[in-house]
């Protein structure tokens, strides 16, 4: 079992309509990322989240910490936001960093 | 402000050469750490470097190895390449806080196919 679930792991909606990307983690972490990779595989670093909810422009992230789930939101889609969305978890080590560990990724397609 | 700069963008090796993929790190970041991301899949882990060590491994074998330098750029070298070797690698970068990395910056990608 993968320690990080994402889901759905592919999405296409129509423009306009509200986007839920979910993820699961079964380790304790120290923090959660969201990422979007866009085709040709430059990932840019949406937010990173370890409790509550963080918003930048339509996207809105959440994260329970005591349920290990978090959410990726997207209201008013548009076709731009067609791309790849990954979660990450920073692992907890107790005593240093370590690196990511990946979902498989959410493949998001937005028809105009 | 550049971001994280990788090189090459592509690469084409035969099974069984070496090959040398190089990572420059965001400005004022000073862990570099890499990622495979084989098609289809998410990126991950291979290791992480902070101050021109080792610090974290994944579930790669020893034919990957890596170096960083005093400027923190770094370098990831794969030794007797597999077919299976071919994947995007992906180089991140972040700046150490309490001891903890945070704020990822990551590059394009050099996408490695090997024949």
């Known amino acids: 079992k993968n320690e990080v679930e994402q889901s759905p792991q592919n999405l296409t909606a129509q423009e306009g309509e509200f986007i839920t990307i979910n993820c699961s983690y079964s380790?304790?972490?120290?923090?959660l990322h969201w990422l979007q990779q866009h085709p040709g595989g430059g990932i840019v670093s949406l937010f990173m989240?370890?409790?509550g909810k963080k918003k930048h422009g339509r996207l809105i992230a959440t994260i329970n910490i005591q349920e290990k789930h978090s959410s990726l939101h997207i209201t008013a889609s548009h076709p731009r936001d067609s791309a790849v969305y990954i979660c990450?978890?920073?692992?907890?080590?107790?005593?240093?960093?370590?690196?990511?560990?990946f979902g498989k990724g959410t493949h998001l397609i937005i028809q105009p | 402000d550049a971001g994280v700069t990788q090189s090459p963008t592509h690469l084409i090796k035969t099974r069984g050469q070496q090959v040398t993929l190089r990572c420059s790190p965001k400005?004022?970041?000073?862990?570099v750490s890499w990622y495979q991301q084989a098609l289809g899949q998410g990126p991950q882990f291979i290791f992480q470097?902070?101050?021109?060590?080792?610090?974290q491994r994944g579930n790669f074998p020893d034919r990957f190895s890596g170096h960083q330098f005093p400027n923190y750029s770094s370098e990831l070298n794969v030794n007797a390449l597999l077919l299976g070797d071919s994947a995007l690698y992906l180089c991140?970068?972040?700046?150490?806080?309490?001891?903890?990395?945070?704020?990822?910056?990551f590059g394009s990608g050099t996408r490695l196919t090997v024949v």
């Open positions: 380790v304790g972490i120290s923090a």
């Open positions: 990450a978890v920073h692992l907890y080590s107790g005593g240093g960093a370590d690196g990511l560990t």
């Open positions: 991140a970068s972040s700046p150490v806080v309490s001891g903890l990395n945070y704020g990822y910056t």
């Open positions: 989240l370890s409790s």
């Open positions: 470097y902070y101050e021109e060590e080792e610090r």
């Open positions: 400005s004022g970041h000073d862990t």
